[in-house]
């Protein structure tokens, strides 16, 4: 039984982001007699500031913390055949640094230039986390990254998921501050980077409700991810325990993507000297990273539809099933075997099971009444009742009147009820008017944050549907 997701907002009060940095204590020294300290940050993302203090922390606190920077830069000349020595190289100091009473170790990009290639920055970490776990000495020291890299809460959610017990992303800081002109009112630096800090914080705890962990300490290290196209050998070496279950790109493709964007960054290419490439990855861009929706197949999709052409649809499917030879999606690497070239005798047709069969098995997805109009929800449940497949009510009960048939003989009752926390609208005449029941334990489509409908959309139809008062907003699972 996994644990239930968490409610970041109004559950806050079982969370926190409070990062412990340093030397874990011996859990076997009953006697209490180890003198380990241990430093406390209120988050885990440290400002410049914050980050020198623990580089220097050795000055003040000599008899209790040393730290040590490492640098995860090389040398360009070495290009993307260099990097898997340069990462036993890093690990080795690493190893070397918490022999020598080291317990703090910071690794560090900032030494990147025209002649040094930055590791990307969750390599380098998880790296060094596993050798250090390898060699016993993980408990004896503590990992800080600066780097460049992390920018977004998925970057720092993967750092502190492989080790990393407090993050400072100082180019992120750089770069929301040169563009303090463009933003809202009058900040200074230190609440644009307090803000950003904040925000990054509220996305962690979301990620780390989802899971129904309630502290950083517990997501710090515990590596809660699959690996998508990724090589089991490299997953095996530097992201030990991870799963994965489609195999793809090595350290080798890895190391050449980033001495590829090195060279972008400090070559002699005119376009990247004035301009960033905008890469496409959030927003579609003609040149940039592919998207499974176009502007031209979103278009052709909506003639199809609007238009009920078969030729626009045909020229739609075309689109999306290149896409697939392209390697695009995960089914694209599936392929349909071929009975001849099997050697194998084909099945019978009058053995296959028939198209009209096969949809009994299709179901919607549960979108509840008030989160969609009855207009859709009524419409879903038709088309779905024609074919013989099912349709979901959702958590937001259905209206009785649907529970009878038509006059022109279709139904729009729903084959699915749904029951959760909430209970909006669970009724014994709901319920034996199903023909199969979801009892859901938590929200499916947004884990921890629940299903609310805001107090706007809870009109007299909807109330009395939810056994509920007009206006009032509806939240389910219940904080």
Same mark, same amino acid.
């Given at each position: 039984?996994?644990?239930?997701?968490?409610?970041?907002?109004?559950?806050?009060?079982?969370?926190?982001?409070?990062?412990?940095?340093?030397?874990?204590?011996?859990?076997?020294?009953?006697? !209490? $007699?180890?003198?380990?300290?241990?430093?406390? *940050?209120?988050?885990?993302?440290?400002?410049?500031?914050?980050?020198?203090?623990?580089?220097?922390?050795?000055?003040? *606190? #000599?008899?209790? /913390?040393?730290?040590?920077?490492?640098?995860?830069?090389?040398?360009?000349?070495?290009?993307?055949?260099? =990097?898997?020595?340069?990462?036993?190289?890093?690990?080795?100091?690493?190893?070397? *640094?918490?022999?020598?009473?080291? %317990?703090?170790?910071?690794?560090?990009?900032?030494?990147?230039?025209?002649?040094?290639?930055?590791?990307?920055?969750?390599?380098?970490?998880?790296?060094?986390?596993?050798?250090?776990?390898?060699?016993?000495?993980?408990?004896?020291?503590?990992?800080?990254?600066?780097?460049?890299?992390?920018?977004?809460?998925?970057?720092?959610?993967?750092?502190?998921?492989?080790?990393?017990?407090?993050?400072?992303?100082?180019?992120?800081?750089?770069?929301?501050?040169?563009?303090?002109?463009?933003?809202?009112?009058?900040?200074?630096?230190?609440?644009?980077?307090?803000?950003?800090?904040?925000?990054?914080?509220?996305?962690?705890?979301?990620? =780390?409700?989802?899971?129904?962990?309630?502290?950083?300490?517990?997501?710090?290290?515990?590596?809660?991810?699959?690996?998508?196209?990724?090589?089991?050998?490299?997953?095996?070496? /530097?992201?030990?325990?991870?799963?994965?279950?489609?195999?793809?790109?090595?350290?080798?493709?890895?190391?050449?993507?980033?001495?590829?964007?090195?060279?972008?960054?400090? !070559?002699?290419?005119?376009?990247?000297?004035?301009?960033?490439?905008?890469?496409?990855?959030?927003?579609?861009? +003609?040149?940039?990273?592919?998207?499974?929706?176009?502007?031209?197949?979103? !278009?052709?999709?909506?003639?199809?539809?609007?238009? %009920?052409?078969?030729?626009?649809?045909?020229?739609?499917?075309?689109?999306?099933?290149?896409?697939?030879?392209?390697?695009?999606?995960?089914?694209?690497? /599936?392929?349909?075997? %071929?009975?001849?070239?099997?050697?194998?005798?084909?099945?019978?047709?009058?053995?296959? #099971?028939?198209?009209?069969? $096969?949809?009994?098995? /299709?179901?919607?997805?549960?979108?509840?009444?008030?989160?969609?109009?009855?207009?859709?929800?009524?419409?879903?449940?038709?088309?779905?009742?024609?074919?013989?497949?099912?349709? %979901?009510?959702?958590?937001?009960?259905?209206?009785?009147?649907?529970?009878?048939?038509?006059?022109?003989?279709?139904? =729009?009752? +729903?084959?699915?009820?749904?029951?959760?926390?909430?209970?909006?609208?669970?009724?014994?005449?709901?319920?034996?008017?199903?023909? =199969?029941?979801?009892?859901?334990?938590?929200?499916?489509?947004?884990?921890?944050?629940?299903?609310?409908?805001?107090?706007?959309?809870?009109?007299?139809?909807?109330?009395?549907?939810?056994?509920?008062?007009?206006?009032?907003?509806?939240?389910?699972?219940?904080?």
């Amino acid at each position: 039984v996994t644990n239930p997701p968490i409610d970041p907002i109004r559950e806050e009060l079982v969370m926190s982001l409070v990062s412990i940095i340093g030397p874990r204590p011996n859990l076997f020294d009953l006697q !209490g $007699l180890a003198t380990t300290k241990r430093l406390e *940050a209120r988050q885990p993302i440290l400002t410049d500031a914050d980050l020198e203090k623990i580089r220097s922390i050795s000055d003040v *606190a #000599e008899s209790h /913390f040393k730290s040590r920077t490492l640098d995860t830069t090389f040398h360009a000349g070495l290009g993307a055949a260099g =990097m898997d020595q340069v990462l036993d190289e890093l690990c080795a100091r690493a190893e070397a *640094a918490v022999r020598e009473g080291v %317990n703090i170790i910071i690794l560090s990009d900032r030494m990147v230039g025209s002649d040094r290639v930055p590791i990307p920055s969750l390599l380098a970490c998880a790296s060094v986390h596993h050798h250090l776990i390898r060699t016993g000495l993980r408990t004896s020291v503590g990992l800080v990254v600066e780097s460049g890299e992390p920018r977004e809460v998925h970057h720092f959610a993967c750092l502190a998921g492989y080790g990393a017990e407090a993050i400072n992303p100082y180019l992120a800081f750089e770069t929301i501050i040169a563009m303090k002109d463009r933003l809202p009112g009058s900040l200074d630096d230190y609440e644009i980077v307090k803000r950003y800090i904040k925000s990054i914080g509220k996305g962690l705890l979301k990620v =780390m409700s989802k899971m129904g962990i309630s502290t950083y300490q517990s997501y710090c290290g515990a590596q809660i991810f699959d690996a998508v196209g990724l090589k089991a050998d490299f997953v095996g070496k /530097f992201f030990a325990g991870t799963h994965t279950r489609v195999e793809g790109v090595g350290l080798a493709e890895i190391a050449e993507e980033a001495v590829r964007r090195h060279a972008d960054a400090f !070559g002699e290419a005119l376009v990247y000297k004035t301009a960033l490439d905008v890469g496409g990855e959030y927003a579609y861009r +003609s040149r940039g990273e592919d998207h499974a929706w176009t502007a031209e197949s979103v !278009g052709l999709l909506q003639h199809a539809a609007r238009g %009920n052409s078969l030729e626009r649809y045909r020229a739609f499917a075309k689109i999306l099933n290149e896409q697939s030879e392209r390697l695009l999606t995960l089914r694209g690497l /599936f392929r349909i075997k %071929n009975a001849e070239e099997e050697k194998r005798k084909p099945i019978p047709l009058d053995q296959v #099971e028939p198209a009209k069969d $096969l949809v009994k098995r /299709f179901a919607t997805g549960a979108m509840s009444f008030g989160s969609i109009s009855r207009e859709a929800h009524t419409t879903l449940a038709i088309a779905m009742n024609r074919i013989g497949g099912k349709s %979901n009510t959702g958590e937001g009960g259905e209206e009785a009147d649907r529970f009878k048939p038509m006059p022109n003989g279709d139904s =729009m009752r +729903s084959a699915i009820k749904q029951v959760a926390s909430g209970r909006f609208g669970v009724t014994t005449e709901y319920l034996v008017n199903s023909d =199969m029941m979801q009892i859901k334990m938590a929200q499916g489509a947004k884990p921890g944050e629940g299903g609310q409908l805001p107090g706007h959309k809870v009109d007299a139809t909807i109330a009395k549907v939810r056994h509920s008062t007009p206006g009032v907003g509806l939240i389910s699972p219940p904080p």
